[in-house]
């Protein structure tokens, strides 16, 4: 069963890391263009999606995705022939279709029309999605996800952030959705893998805990009703339904499922520093009723805990900072090398070299914590320090290498012709966002 | 597959090299700090179990001469964690006791790692069991380790050495020296070769040791070579002046013995960072993993930070040592990892003095002294910006004549 769905997935892959998707997805060009129409699109794209939550297929029971497990008792910094293609699969489209869309996508704030439905050919959401529900059923590999994470950031990380969001999604339904529920909200996702659909964890206010959420869930009768507010959630303005963090009555912690033409939801959108082109909005729910069965996952708290996905979610942007600071790296050391001041490369002066080899340094310690962090993930050991180490220093770090980039670059870091003072605004989110993915 | 975990063939290792520096070091930590220049003798037993250690066999033996970038590539492409990453884990507990004492265990010195890394066959049965000291820096060259004056100048069938050598690291207690000298002062950095001077030489001197601030457990000695005759046979590597070759000869040790310099960086840290923890947990300081650092106290904000900042700079040593035993060419990880772990050694021990306060600053605790001993990681086997212009030219491509 699992071989069989690896040599699926690996067909996928394989078919796709062949294929140039530059050209695959020539839909996509010229992105201005595509960038135009993105900003006319409104709120259509999400009534198609709201018809399709209707019961697809009978499940007698959820149906999960494994864990990758493995055997950590080798120290090894290789990935696996299948996480290897993955990566280089997701990094060509980064470098084909992300990096040059991410400029007007950045100014529209969203993606460019088409976009994902063009990343869902990557086919990370059918991977993701049990074999009995229609999808590759691939295993739940965080390793994997944060190397295609970092790839995607590498590209552009709003776009990645546009990618990954439903993505989330997926992984929550998959591990802890009932069955009803999967058969009502994951079954689309295997259909089309470019569905919108995102969490909305954080809230409006400073210092926010996602162990201290505002926005409260209370028992009325046979369901609930949400009072709150939700920001920067992802996907705003396409997504059919979202999964909501609310201060269960009794419960703690958990997610709603609420569609986005449910009664009592507003949302506006909310663009901010960075991260735009992820279509930002704001989620206000005043009294919204739910009922009992909008509660992601069985009473009983089976499926990840609260405390895991708030785990999963700080390896996932940490993954994320690791992308965008690789760019940051990648562009500065051309751009030293070529830049001439004093009669030589700006390069030749220490000033300028050792930042350079701070970004190096700081950045594959990230890289190494998060990878750290996602490996005891995936083989289900603790790693509730490891990926709070992870988000410390790239949040620390990520945000030293995006300044420390503009600074390189001098005045051409300020200004948009340069793709730097993007990641700077980008790279100040991984402070902000604690939660909305997971690997 | 990716797993940064300590391997667990190695955990033994690791284990033992925790016992001794707690049953051994910890207990003798603060006598020698004080009665500098003594000899610990407690260490000779250890050096004896050191040496039986590392002689029952396997690859993942541990030790200054056991270290090489030759690591081979395992059949099957498997992963090989051998003695690059046993030194490694192993120095990094010992130093967790006290890394001034760590420096003066017999037969573990840098010169042992010389001699494993370009010693050829003969010679390294020949020099087995032999405790070698490294002898580089001048009083007019430290990190210009090209610019050395002392000269080795063959005359018949032996070599004949005139110089100076200062903060030779145990050139006092170790039986022999690798002495960096240059065949031909105009030629530059490809004439510079190492060579094993045996104490008792007739013309080594051993002129003074120094008083030191930090490792004070570890004698620092200043050499003296007149005249000083050695067979033609100690020179480690081949006596061509190889311009092509550059410095590649002597300088391959030290992609190397950075990583377990980076190790030791992170013991005395860890140390620090345990110490400090406990102490502030008697004030209700509790760090913790599960609320963003910002919603607890800025105490508690900043022991996270300091952890996160030690966790990086050990995955970084790791990763290193595990390329040199993967035979991956490593220069640039290994600075990497020197680099940041010395300044996060640096920066964790001495925050941690001050979040302790009074308790931190008194030699009553150790605090103090790890606040000490780190410094010195950050300036030897290549200071800091030395290792940040190595990684500099590697990712710019640059030589060292255009980044200087």
Same mark, same amino acid.
């Given at each position: 069963?699992?071989?069989?769905?690896?040599?699926?997935?690996?067909?996928?892959? @394989?078919?796709?890391?062949?294929?140039?998707?530059?050209?695959?997805?020539?839909?996509?060009?010229?992105?201005?263009?595509?960038?135009?129409?993105?900003?006319?699109?409104?709120?259509?794209?999400?009534?198609?999606?709201?018809?399709?939550?209707?019961?697809?297929?009978?499940?007698?029971?959820?149906?999960?995705?494994?864990? &990758?497990?493995?055997?950590?008792?080798?120290?090894?910094?290789?990935?696996?022939? !299948?996480?290897?293609?993955?990566? $280089?699969?997701?990094?060509?489209?980064?470098?084909?279709?992300?990096?040059?869309?991410?400029?007007?996508?950045?100014?529209?704030?969203?993606?460019?029309?088409?976009?994902?439905?063009?990343?869902?050919?990557?086919?990370?959401?059918?991977?993701?999605?049990?074999?009995?529900?229609?999808?590759?059923?691939?295993?739940?590999?965080?390793?994997?996800?944060?190397?295609?994470? !970092?790839?995607?950031?590498?590209?552009?990380?709003?776009?990645?952030?546009?990618?990954?969001?439903?993505?989330?999604?997926?992984?929550?339904?998959?591990?802890?959705?009932?069955?009803?529920?999967?058969?009502? %909200?994951?079954?689309?996702?295997? #259909?089309?893998?470019?569905?919108?659909?995102?969490?909305?964890?954080?809230?409006?206010?400073?210092?926010?805990?996602?162990?201290?959420?505002?926005?409260?869930?209370?028992?009325?009768?046979?369901?609930?009703?949400?009072?709150?507010?939700?920001?920067?959630?992802?996907?705003?303005?396409?997504?059919?339904?979202?999964?909501?963090?609310?201060?269960?009555e009794g419960l703690g912690p958990r997610l709603f499922i609420v569609e986005r033409d449910h009664q009592g939801l507003t949302i506006s959108p909310e663009p901010a520093m960075g991260l735009r082109a992820a279509d930002l909005g704001r989620l206000e729910l005043v009294d919204l009723a739910l009922p009992e069965d909008a509660l992601l996952g069985e009473d009983d708290g089976s499926g990840l805990s609260w405390a895991e996905m708030v785990d999963s979610a700080r390896i996932a942007w940490s993954a994320l900072a690791v992308g965008a600071c690789r760019a940051v790296l990648e562009h500065v050391i051309p751009y030293a090398n070529e830049r001439h001041a004093f009669g030589e490369p700006i390069s030749h002066r220490q000033a300028v070299a050792f930042m350079i080899a701070d970004i190096a340094v700081e950045l594959e310690g990230m890289r190494l914590l998060t990878h750290r962090a996602a490996s005891r993930a995936g083989a289900g050991i603790e790693h509730r320090r490891e990926a709070a180490l992870a988000r410390i220093q790239a949040?620390?770090?990520?945000? $030293?290498?995006?300044?420390?980039?503009?600074?390189?670059?001098?005045?051409?870091?300020?200004?948009? !012709?340069?793709?730097?003072?993007?990641?700077?605004?980008?790279?100040?989110?991984?402070?902000?966002?604690?939660?909305?993915?997971?690997? | 597959?990716?797993?940064?975990?300590?391997?667990?063939?190695?955990?033994?290792?690791?284990?033992?090299?925790?016992?001794?520096?707690?049953?051994?070091?910890?207990?003798?930590?603060?006598?020698?700090?004080?009665?500098?220049?003594?000899?610990?003798?407690?260490?000779?037993?250890?050096?004896?179990?050191?040496?039986?250690?590392?002689?029952?066999?396997?690859? #993942?033996?541990?030790?200054?001469?056991?270290?090489?970038?030759?690591?081979?590539?395992?059949?099957?492409?498997?992963?090989?964690?051998?003695?690059?990453?046993?030194?490694?884990?192993?120095?990094?507990?010992?130093?967790?006791?006290?890394?001034?004492?760590?420096?003066?265990?017999?037969?573990?010195?840098?010169?042992?790692?010389?001699?494993?890394?370009?010693?050829?066959? +003969?010679?390294?049965?020949?020099?087995?069991?032999?405790?070698?000291?490294?002898?580089? @820096?001048?009083?007019?060259?430290?990190?210009?380790?090209?610019?050395?004056?002392?000269?080795?100048?063959?005359?018949?069938?032996?070599?004949?050495?005139?110089? !100076?050598?200062? %903060?030779?690291?145990?050139?006092?207690?170790?039986?022999?020296?690798?002495?960096?000298?240059?065949?031909?002062?105009?030629?530059?950095?490809?004439?510079?070769?190492?060579?094993?001077?045996?104490?008792?030489?007739?013309?080594?001197?051993?002129?003074?040791?120094?008083? $030191?601030?930090?490792?004070?457990?570890?004698?620092?000695? @200043?050499?003296?070579?007149?005249?000083?005759?050695?067979?033609?046979?100690?020179?480690?590597?081949?006596?061509?002046?190889?311009?092509?070759?550059?410095?590649?000869?002597?300088?391959?040790?030290?992609?190397?013995?950075?990583?377990?310099?980076?190790?030791?960086?992170?013991?005395?840290?860890?140390?620090?960072?345990?110490?400090?923890?406990?102490?502030?947990?008697?004030?209700?300081?509790?760090?913790?993993?599960?609320?963003?650092?910002?919603?607890?106290?800025?105490?508690?904000? #900043?022991?996270?930070?300091? +952890?996160?900042?030690?966790?990086?700079?050990?995955?970084?040593?790791?990763?290193?040592?595990?390329?040199?035993?993967?035979?991956?060419?490593?220069?640039?990880?290994?600075?990497?990892? $020197?680099?940041?772990?010395?300044? &996060?050694?640096?920066? &964790?021990?001495?925050?941690?003095?001050?979040?302790?306060?009074?308790?931190? %600053?008194?030699?009553? +605790?150790?605090?103090?002294?790890?606040?000490?001993?780190?410094?010195?990681?950050?300036?030897?086997?290549?200071?800091?910006?030395?290792?940040?212009?190595?990684?500099?030219?590697?990712?710019?491509?640059?030589?060292?004549?255009?980044?200087?």
């Open positions: 069963m699992i071989d069989q769905a690896m040599t699926r997935s690996l067909d996928l892959l @394989t078919r796709f890391a062949g294929s140039d998707l530059a050209k695959r997805l020539g839909l996509l060009e010229p992105t201005q263009r595509l960038v135009r129409e993105g900003t006319k699109r409104g709120f259509q794209a999400a009534d198609a999606a709201v018809k399709r939550f209707q019961p697809l297929i009978k499940l007698v029971k959820p149906a999960r995705a494994p864990r &990758v497990g493995g055997d950590l008792s080798v120290f090894d910094l290789r990935p696996t022939e !299948e996480q290897a293609m993955m990566q $280089k699969s997701v990094r060509r489209f980064a470098v084909d279709v992300m990096r040059p869309a991410a400029r007007a996508a950045d100014d529209a704030c969203a993606p460019p029309a088409g976009f994902l439905a063009a990343a869902a050919e990557l086919g990370l959401a059918q991977l993701a999605i049990p074999e009995e529900m229609g999808g590759f059923g691939g295993e739940r590999d965080p390793i994997a996800d944060v190397l295609v994470l !970092e790839e995607l950031a590498y590209g552009d990380m709003a776009l990645a952030l546009a990618i990954a969001a439903p993505l989330g999604v997926v992984r929550a339904l998959v591990q802890c959705g009932t069955a009803l529920q999967q058969s009502k %909200y994951l079954a689309p996702f295997a #259909e089309d893998g470019g569905l919108a659909a995102a969490l909305a964890v954080v809230e409006p206010r400073p210092l926010f805990d996602p162990y201290r959420l505002a926005t409260r869930a209370v028992r009325s009768g046979e369901g609930w009703t949400l009072n709150g507010v939700k920001t920067l959630v992802p996907l705003a303005s396409s997504a059919g339904f979202f999964l909501v963090a609310a201060a269960a949040v620390d770090k990520g945000m $030293k290498i995006g300044t420390d980039g503009i600074q390189l670059l001098g005045g051409a870091g300020f200004i948009k !012709e340069h793709p730097v003072e993007l990641w700077y605004r980008h790279l100040r989110a991984i402070g902000v966002m604690d939660g909305g993915l997971l690997v | 597959m990716i797993a940064l975990e300590v391997p667990k063939k190695l955990k033994p290792l690791r284990d033992q090299a925790r016992s001794i520096a707690k049953g051994v070091f910890r207990p003798i930590s603060r006598k020698y700090d004080l009665a500098e220049h003594s000899y610990p003798r407690e260490l000779d037993m250890l050096g004896a179990l050191m040496d039986g250690m590392n002689s029952a066999g396997g690859e #993942e033996r541990a030790g200054a001469g056991k270290l090489s970038g030759g690591g081979s590539k395992k059949r099957g492409g498997e992963s090989r964690n051998g003695a690059n990453m046993a030194t490694v884990l192993g120095m990094a507990e010992l130093c967790w006791g006290d890394c001034g004492l760590a420096l003066t265990i017999p037969r573990q010195g840098l010169g042992n790692a010389a001699i494993g890394a370009v010693a050829n066959p +003969e010679q390294k049965e020949r020099f087995k069991g032999l405790w070698a000291a490294m002898a580089i @820096t001048e009083p007019g060259a430290g990190s210009d380790s090209a610019a050395i004056r002392t000269t080795a100048r063959l005359d018949g069938d032996e070599w004949v050495l005139n110089g !100076e050598k200062i %903060y030779v690291t145990a050139g006092d207690r170790a039986q022999a020296v690798v002495v960096w000298a240059t065949l031909d002062a105009a030629a530059g950095r490809a004439a510079i070769k190492s060579f094993v001077v045996e104490k008792g030489t007739p013309g080594m001197t051993m002129l003074r040791l120094d008083h $030191k601030m930090g490792i004070r457990a570890s004698d620092t000695a @200043t050499i003296i070579f007149e005249d000083c005759r050695i067979p033609k046979d100690n020179i480690l590597g081949s006596a061509d002046i190889k311009p092509s070759e550059g410095f590649g000869g002597v300088m391959q040790t030290f992609d190397n013995t950075r990583p377990v310099v980076a190790a030791m960086a992170l013991g005395v840290a860890s140390a620090a960072l345990e110490k400090a923890n406990e102490i502030l947990a008697r004030e209700g300081v509790a760090p913790r993993y599960d609320a963003p650092a910002f919603s607890q106290g800025a105490v508690e904000a #900043e022991l996270l930070r300091l +952890e996160a900042d030690l966790e990086a700079a050990r995955l970084l040593t790791l990763k290193a040592a595990w390329m040199a035993d993967n035979a991956v060419p490593n220069s640039m990880e290994a600075s990497m990892s $020197k680099a940041k772990a010395a300044r &996060v050694a640096n920066a &964790v021990t001495l925050r941690a003095v001050e979040l302790c306060g009074a308790l931190g %600053y008194s030699e009553r +605790e150790l605090l103090e002294k790890w606040a000490r001993d780190s410094k010195i990681l950050d300036i030897f086997e290549g200071t800091q910006q030395i290792q940040l212009l190595i990684v500099a030219r590697r990712l710019l491509g640059k030589r060292s004549s255009e980044l200087r």
